[in-house]
């Protein structure tokens, strides 16, 4: 006979592995209300492909434990067993199925979002981190290991920082260095802070507001990096009304829009992050689809530092 993961799996077209299912959680997902929710999920949520951690079932648990009273990611949420829910966490489980089905971000939802494995706290005072970005902070963490000496000097500051998933996560993963944030946007900085603090890595990581590398004129900084990160945006103007509304309508568009072209602000970190690096430091950066061969000439002209494209 075949089991309910299976009839579902084969309804829907969902692959999915079971997720930890305890003798509560063999319950609910045998309840009328998580049928329910599930179908309408299964039938009407259509996740972005930039976020492949969220499927019809692992926004379903999420949304759960979040009406349950416990803030975790998509990522997280099939590990955790399901809990009995009273009659006001169903009318909020309700309410929140609603809001992802009206294109509210699930992260925004539960307020979490894993990157690297790692649990962050998320607003709609920063973007979402991306999959896709893990690539680049590999990229920086191989590095890292490569570089760091213990009892030496290691400085690795990320721009573009947003809610501080990069440096935040290689501080966890790779503690010893000393690692720095910027963003232009104030509001995404305090949630960086933020997420420090609920890490507790606030002693090694420091977070500043500023354009770019402005926030890393003085001469602590001039030819004492080792590594410059950042995943800036690479949006032209022109497209970014006609992103998904998940998008549009909720994340920040500061973090999207790189003017006219596309281009404007990776040029300018390939201008201007040579005066940080020491000799031999590397410029790591992640661009758009199709983007990387408008940063060729100037890379050229930058020998100081050796680029790695993440996308």
């Known amino acids: 006979m075949s089991s309910r993961w299976e009839t579902w799996a084969a309804l829907y ?6 997720p930890y299912v305890a003798d509560d959680t063999a319950i609910m997902i045998n309840s009328a209300l998580y049928i329910e929710l599930y179908t309408t999920l299964a039938t009407s949520l259509k996740p972005l492909p930039d976020k492949p951690e969220e499927t019809p079932l692992s926004c379903l648990y999420a949304l759960w434990h979040m009406a349950a009273g416990q803030a ?19 009318h909020k489980l309700r309410a929140l199925v609603a809001a992802r089905l009206s294109n509210k971000p699930l992260a925004y939802l539960t307020g979490r979002q894993q990157f690297m494995g790692v649990e962050l706290i998320a607003s709609p005072q920063a973007v979402i981190p991306r999959k896709d970005t893990e690539t680049l902070a590999k990229v920086v963490l191989k590095l890292i290991n490569e570089r760091y000496v213990p ?3 290691c400085v690795v500051v990320d721009v573009f920082t947003g809610s501080g ?3 935040l996560v290689l501080a966890k993963l790779a503690p010893g260095p000393k690692y720095h944030g910027s963003d232009l946007s104030a509001d995404a900085i305090d949630l960086a802070r933020q997420n420090a603090e609920y890490l507790d890595v606030i002693e090694h990581v420091e977070f500043m507001s500023g354009d770019l590398l402005a926030p890393y004129s003085s001469v602590q900084f001039q030819n004492r990096v080792d590594i410059v990160s950042g995943a800036p945006p690479f949006i032209s103007s022109s497209k970014v009304p ?11 568009a500061l973090a999207f829009d790189a003017g006219p072209y596309g281009v404007s602000l990776f040029v300018r970190l390939i201008e201007e992050a040579p005066q940080l690096l020491k000799s031999g430091g590397w410029l790591c950066f992640e661009v758009g689809l199709g983007q990387g061969t408008a940063s060729s000439p100037r890379r050229k002209n930058n ?6 494209v993440a996308k």
């Open 151 to 153: 009892g030496r000097d």
């Open 242 to 252: 006609a992103m998904p509304n998940e998008i549009s309508q909720h994340e920040p």
């Open 303 to 308: 020998p100081v530092c050796s680029p790695c």
């Open 13 to 18: 077209g969902e692959i999915i592995q079971e």
């Open 72 to 90: 975790i990611s998509a990522a997280s949420a099939l590990t955790r067993k399901l809990v009995a829910l009273d009659h006001h966490a169903e």
């Open 165 to 167: 998933n990069i440096p």
